[in-house]
């Protein structure tokens, strides 16, 4: 029998954001499109910091994906001279990347552009607007300091 009971308020948030994020995601397609990226090559791009070097295992593990995987996506956005991949200086097997000036230029529209909030957020008040990023920010907060992020200093 199936149980009837109501989400709890974190529970039913979160359900909200999930619904959010997934009814956004036709635009997240369309803006990888318009940059002649795959999705995983945009988040990858986005990931990676312009004045930081870090290893490719530390880009796999953010992507969630087998380290197999990032090479395909890496070579990609280095044909497109987006990013560099070098051999690492205490550990030649260990392949680094970094993010070059023309990564540097196309990243910073690309985060310009996914900070255009959608519609349903836009059309919120002023108010409205302060107290979902205060709250949001409370929560990323809370989520940062349960977990290091892989691709913080190395």
């Known amino acids: 029998m199936a149980d009837n009971k109501e989400p709890s308020p974190a529970g039913e948030a979160w359900g909200l954001i999930v619904g959010l994020f997934f009814s956004s995601r036709p635009r997240f397609f369309q803006l990888a499109q318009e940059f002649d990226l ?60 970094r993010v070059t000036p023309e990564g540097e230029r196309v990243r910073a529209q690309l985060v310009e552009r996914m900070s255009e909030p959608p519609p349903a957020i836009a059309a919120l008040s002023a108010a409205d607007q302060r107290q979902l990023r205060d709250l949001l920010r409370k929560a990323q907060a809370a989520a940062d300091a349960a977990a290091e992020p892989a691709l913080s200093a190395r």
Not at 66 to 95: C, F, H, M, Q
Request: proline share 7%.
């Open 38 to 97: 795959a999705p995983m090559q945009l988040r990858a791009l986005k990931e990676l910091q312009p004045d930081r070097e870090v290893p490719m295992s530390a880009l796999a593990s953010v992507l969630f994906c087998d380290a197999s995987n990032v090479t395909g996506i890496v070579d990609r956005l280095e044909a497109r001279g987006l990013i560099e991949r070098r051999p690492s200086a205490e550990d030649r097997r260990v392949k680094m990347l």
